[in-house]
């Protein structure tokens, strides 16, 4: 094992021992464990208080965390982090229901990224030791809260690291050598696979997260999990963070074993993106489909257009077709290559292609700001799905169009969607200038 020196300086107990899990949040090590910020300060980043708002500034998070949140622009805290950060900051644990959208990544990284910033470690670290793991369950997640808490660290010395089947396993290792590593982010797989190999020690973990538990349960993951979290320290001395969109009998058995004394909180859909998209809903016959699709390409004025369909032979032969017409257009599905699909995020984040095919679980890690639609090519089999889906537009304050084609296959899901939304969704024949 890799003996390696933290370069912050060290001046306060570990924070890992079990007596200390209740957070230090006196702020003696205030801004140990940061990077030069020097040009920086609080004054550069005034919000005003706003009735019912819980700003930033209110929960005492040191100024290099202030500064990350600062540069990407968030004003006031989403409720989530309004409700969950008080408790969490404490270092309580923390049950959430809520969906992706809702702000809960940036929730439960800003809860131990402050952790860590005020008790740095003292001892001598080691190679693969996270203080922080979490545990999601898709590819595209993972990178996404990894892209997020490399944000929100931008200028602490804590570095974050990724561990994805799919990826170069070699270099995933090597990184693990090379540096310490403070938050890990990971799919369970892989993230057993390191740790078999020793490559990974989860012993010292202080904070452990589990992101979309349901979804880990829909995809048979639970098994590899508890495999990992009896590795970290037990429950009363760990902090756990634990999320889910639905609460089943399954998911509760989850929160009881792995959870000490959470705290819950509850945000609805309704909260969140069904209040800023604008859902329509056009009825059609299925051979009607790939024409509307690609008048809706061409009419809606479209920033970036993301397309759902139920199954990857569908996606892909979406994507055909679109590129067949000349669109440019990326695919999203499980069976493209990892490297290949985290290259096509990046070139649908920077506007080089404008449409995006996706399946329901590539599609959840879709998190860009500025995608002004989403098509339901084919409705969802779950209704928690179309949340999920329309929850890709209508982000970070903006408003978005959600489009779903409804044939006589499609329709008999629309009233299990209407009954979770709790609003009925109007159906309508596609407008005139959607018509030949
Ligand atoms: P998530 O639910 O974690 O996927 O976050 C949804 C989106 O909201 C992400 O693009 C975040 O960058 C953004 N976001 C998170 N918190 C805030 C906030 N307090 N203010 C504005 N945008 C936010």
């Known amino acids: 094992m890799n003996i390696l020196t933290s370069d912050s300086p060290q001046d306060s107990a570990n924070a890992n021992k079990s007596s200390n899990r209740r957070r230090n949040r006196s702020g003696r090590n205030r801004n140990n464990q940061n990077k030069k910020t020097a040009s920086w300060d609080i004054s550069q980043f005034q919000i005003e208080p706003a009735p019912g708002k819980v700003r930033f500034h209110d929960l005492d998070l040191p100024d290099p965390l202030m500064h990350a949140i600062a540069d990407l622009g968030f004003e006031y805290c989403s409720p989530i982090q309004a409700q969950a950060l008080p408790h969490s900051l404490s270092g309580h644990d923390v049950v959430g229901k809520a969906q992706t959208g809702t702000g809960k990544t940036a929730a439960f990284l800003i809860a131990m990224i402050d952790d860590f910033l005020r008790n740095p470690i003292e001892e001598k670290r080691y190679a693969g030791e996270p203080r922080a793991l979490i545990i999601a369950p898709t590819r595209e997640l993972v990178m996404q809260i990894a892209e997020d808490a490399?944000?929100?660290?931008?200028?602490?010395?804590?570095?974050?690291?990724?561990?994805?089947?799919?990826?170069?396993?070699?270099?995933?290792?090597?990184?693990?050598?090379?540096d310490l590593v403070d938050i890990l982010v990971a799919t369970p797989g892989r993230l057993i696979d390191f740790a078999t190999s020793n490559d990974v020690h989860l012993d010292q973990v202080e904070v452990l997260v589990i992101d979309e538990a349901d979804r880990m349960l829909d995809m048979g993951f639970i098994p590899q999990v508890r495999r990992i979290v009896r590795m970290t320290p037990r429950n009363e001395n760990r902090q756990t963070l634990f999320f889910s969109a639905t609460f089943t009998d399954d998911v509760e058995r989850l929160v009881e074993r792995w959870l000490h004394e959470p705290i819950r909180i509850e945000i609805e859909p309704d909260n969140m993106a069904a209040d800023s998209v604008d859902q329509r809903v056009y009825i059609l016959s299925s051979d009607e489909k790939f024409a509307l699709l690609k008048r809706v390409i061409a009419n809606e004025n479209a920033e970036s257009l993301i397309v759902f369909a139920n199954r990857r032979d569908e996606v892909k032969r979406l994507f055909e077709k679109l590129k067949r017409e000349?669109?440019?257009?990326?695919?999203?599905?499980?069976?493209?290559?990892?490297?290949?699909?985290?290259?096509?995020?990046?070139?649908?984040?920077?506007?080089?292609?404008?449409?995006?095919?996706?399946?329901?679980?590539?599609?959840?890690?879709?998190?860009?700001?500025?995608?002004?639609?989403?098509?339901?090519?084919t409705l969802p089999e779950e209704p928690e799905d179309y949340v999920h889906r329309i929850g890709r537009t209508g982000r970070a304050g903006k408003t978005g169009v959600s489009i779903s084609f409804a044939c006589e296959d499609d329709s008999f899901r629309l009233e299990p969607i209407e009954k979770l939304l709790g609003k009925k969704l109007e159906c309508k024949v596609p407008p005139a200038e959607h018509s030949e």
């Open 150 to 178: 490399k944000l929100l660290t931008k200028y602490c010395d804590l570095n974050v690291q990724v561990l994805v089947g799919g990826m170069d396993q070699h270099k995933q290792r090597q990184k693990l050598e090379s």
């Open 326 to 377: 000349g669109i440019a257009v990326g695919i999203l599905s499980g069976e493209v290559p990892q490297q290949k699909r985290v290259a096509t995020l990046d070139r649908f984040k920077s506007g080089q292609i404008k449409v995006l095919v996706a399946t329901d679980v590539a599609g959840r890690g879709i998190h860009v700001d500025n995608i002004s639609h989403v098509v339901n090519y």
